[in-house]
């Protein structure tokens, strides 16, 4: 017991580095072994939480970090995207033209898009019911991290999905077939992704 209570007064009392980082290491392992598990049996999902990594969801003009002209849906040098019917403005025409109206649009769950850095909470879903306009995870090979879009289109067997930011669908994202799907986003916690991204960015993966 004495020994016990000498390993909590230096977790919790110590002000030494060796304490702050045996702490860190505590902290993972919780997070990794006990709550991410829990989240994800009480959420019916492998992933329960995932931090957004990109822009592709973002409704502003921005180059996501990297050295080249800002944009949005292809078009570049923009100013002032400051609400919905801005976005739509730039980026309604492709969605027009695959029959998805603004008002249908307005429905869809994070109908302004989410950003970088942000932490999306996933709930397991039935094939079934998924709908147009629902914000899924899923996998695609050759790729380091799920990627996270929006469900443009359903097939008896797959989805295709686009990402908001971005001028058109990529080639993978055209027929993703119902077992690479890992969640449907349900909520939005601002910024707190960016330690992730960070850690991310540093590390190349």
Same mark, same amino acid.
């Given at each position: 017991m @004495?020994y016990f209570?000498?390993?909590w &007064?230096?977790?919790w009392n ?7 980082? *045996? ?5 993972? *392992?919780?997070?990794?072994f006990? %709550?991410?598990p ?8 492998? =992933?329960?939480? *995932?931090a957004?990594v ?9 180059n996501c $970090?990297? !050295?080249r002209?800002?944009d ?8 002032? /995207?400051?609400?919905?019917d801005?976005y739509?403005?730039?980026?309604g ?5 695959? &029959?998805?109206?603004?008002? +249908? ?9 989410f ?7 996933? /709930?397991?879903k039935?094939? +079934? ?6 914000i899924?995870?899923? &996998? %695609?090979?050759g790729? !380091?991290?799920?990627?996270?879009h @929006?469900v443009i +289109?359903?097939?008896?067997?797959g ?7 971005n001028?058109d ?5 055209k027929?993703?077939k119902k077992d690479?799907?890992?969640g449907?986003a349900v909520? @939005?916690i601002?910024y707190? $992704?960016? *330690?992730?991204v960070i =850690?991310? +960015?540093? /590390?190349g993966?």
């Amino acid at each position: 017991m @004495r020994y016990f209570k000498k390993i909590w &007064n230096f977790i919790w009392n110590d002000d030494s580095l060796l304490s702050w980082f *045996v702490n860190v290491i505590l902290a993972i *392992v919780i997070v990794k072994f006990l %709550i991410y598990p829990s989240l994800g049996f009480l959420l019916n999902t492998n =992933f329960p939480v *995932v931090a957004v990594v990109s822009c592709s969801m973002e409704h502003g003009a921005t180059n996501c $970090g990297d !050295n080249r002209i800002e944009d949005l849906c292809g078009m570049a040098e923009l100013k002032d /995207i400051n609400n919905f019917d801005d976005y739509w403005g730039v980026c309604g025409s492709w969605y027009e033209a695959k &029959n998805i109206t603004k008002e +249908e649009f307005k429905k869809y769950p994070f109908k302004n898009g989410f950003k970088k850095g942000d932490i999306m909470v996933l /709930i397991g879903k039935n094939f +079934e019911d998924i709908k147009e306009g629902d914000i899924l995870v899923f &996998n %695609i090979g050759g790729y !380091n991290a799920p990627i996270i879009h @929006r469900v443009i +289109e359903k097939t008896k067997d797959g989805v295709g999905t686009k990402g908001d930011h971005n001028i058109d669908q990529n080639s993978f994202e055209k027929d993703i077939k119902k077992d690479k799907l890992l969640g449907k986003a349900v909520f @939005r916690i601002p910024y707190l $992704g960016w *330690v992730k991204v960070i =850690f991310s +960015e540093i /590390i190349g993966g």
